[in-house]
């Protein structure tokens, strides 16, 4: 409960921080600071100190799971904001508003890590895509962010009301009339039909929202069209958030149906791993590229649901920590050049040198290549599909998606390293340099040691 409420509150102080703090630079270290903050009672919750003990009536369950995801969100949102607060307060005229809407997300974030009842989950759902559709039309004079705000809107709605009916069906399916997650599918067997209609609308509004094919249709026009600054925010935090609710869901209340459900799993698995390696290869702009490369990287997330064991969460904890880390810090280089086409990256590492490094581990992990944690990632979700003995035609698929992923994400390091390519001035900071450093070698930290976060999952804590 700290983390739900301390984010609430954040974010409403740093609404109203903007009448009292009139230069940039503050109000970007105040929300650096309420961001350590947060981080700080996350923490302390996981080691037992609720400092708002709240009736929640079991419609709200903290495990060790959900609790230790938001550290894992709350430390890339600061990672974010170390590298990105510039950009986030150059956006518009009222820094403080979009920081604010940005604390509000993880209030949505912390609900959905944490919900047990149906209610909940769409509670956490809209709480953190509410502000996303302020955020993605946060730059007013660009004719593409309006596009991508309503595109976002628009598809965001359907999807919730996919959501709603689904929750409908199961409300009606369930022999207590119970929102309960305990209440609906758990010893079980078999689903009726009614449970098996509300299973499958809620799995096609879950796909909507974490971008799974083929609901993933918004998601390149919307991430093109937002400010980098916020693309990158939703291509990560965000996008995990979604992703934990979705694993929550399936896990505690549908996890006696798993031979129901989990060839529609697979099935959407497969279209992932497809559509995004596949129209990856085809993009013109680093951005969009980043873009459906990041739909490639649900299909691998959707490992962790057909797993469903202790490899599969321990390796999607790990999965979202190295994929949100090297997203932020790609996007972060991204966000301060003018081209996002790939000739825009050619020579880069003549000139600056540490940011052509530190994108191109980044780059590596994404690719899964061996030292870095992206390759660790992506070894946990394929093992721990491996230890159900089932689906092995759809790991042998996902590691050719992985070796078609490597073409694109190297054009990138080609352009870097061996094309040559006019001068460029981008403002580069030594704090900046030192921060991108940082991240890269974290990311190959949890490359080689993956047990000093995964580890993490099972201290219990007195």
């Known amino acids: 409960m700290n983390s739900i409420i301390t984010s609430a509150v954040l974010g409403v102080i740093m609404m109203f921080s903007g009448i009292f703090l009139k230069k940039n630079s503050s109000i970007v270290l105040l929300a650096i600071l309420a961001m350590v903050a947060l981080l700080a009672m996350a923490i302390l919750e996981m080691s037992g100190f609720h400092f708002f003990p709240v009736e929640t009536h079991d419609m709200l369950y903290f495990d060790v799971f959900g609790m230790f ?177 979705f694993i929550r869901l399936f896990k505690d209340a549908f996890g006696d149906l798993k031979h129901n459900w989990q060839i529609f799993i697979a099935i959407l698995t497969f279209f992932t791993l497809f559509i995004g390696n596949i129209t990856a290869v085809f993009q013109q702009s680093v951005k969009r590229m980043l873009a459906y490369s990041s739909i490639a990287q649900v299909g691998f997330m959707l490992f962790s649901i057909l797993g469903l064991n202790v490899m599969a969460q321990e390796g999607i904890l790990l999965y979202i920590a190295v994929y949100s880390l090297a997203t932020i810090g790609l996007f972060a280089i991204l966000t301060r050049m003018k081209d996002f086409s790939f000739q825009a990256f050619n020579g880069l590492a003549r000139q600056y040198p540490v940011a052509a490094f530190s994108a191109t581990i980044f780059l590596l992990s994404l690719a899964g290549i061996p030292l870095t944690g992206g390759f660790m990632a992506k070894y946990y979700m394929i093992a721990s599909v491996m230890e159900t003995g089932n689906f092995f035609w759809l790991v042998v698929f996902a590691l050719l998606c992985a070796a078609v992923s490597v073409y694109y994400y190297f054009k990138v390091i080609q352009a870097m390293y061996f094309k040559e390519g006019p001068s460029q001035e981008l403002e580069l900071s030594p704090a900046f340099n030192v921060l991108l450093i940082s991240l890269a070698l974290l990311i190959i930290l949890l ?15 007195i």
């Open 447 to 461: 490359g080689v040691f993956p047990e000093l976060l995964i580890d993490r999952l099972h201290i219990i804590y």
């Open 69 to 245: 995801f938001n550290c894992i969100a709350f430390a890339a949102t600061l990672a974010f904001f170390l590298l990105s607060g510039r950009d986030i307060a150059a956006i518009g005229h009222n820094p403080g508003e979009y920081f604010a809407l940005i604390f509000f997300v993880l209030c949505g974030i912390s609900i959905a890590s944490s919900f047990n009842s149906l209610l909940m989950l769409f509670i956490g759902i809209e709480i953190f895509s509410i502000p996303l559709y302020i955020l993605t039309g946060s730059d007013k004079r660009n004719l593409k962010s309006n596009e991508a705000s309503l595109k976002y809107f628009l598809m965001g709605a359907f999807s919730t009301g996919i959501m709603l009916l689904g929750i409908a069906f199961l409300y009606g399916a369930s022999a207590t009339g119970s929102f309960f997650l305990e209440d609906l599918g758990i010893g079980k067997n078999a689903g009726s039909p009614m449970m098996m209609t509300g299973l499958i609308l809620l799995m096609v509004s879950m796909a909507f929202k974490v971008s799974a094919a083929p609901f993933h249709f918004w998601t390149p026009d919307v991430y093109d069209g937002a400010p980098t600054v916020v693309t990158s925010f939703m291509a990560t935090i965000v996008k995990a958030g979604a992703f934990i609710a």
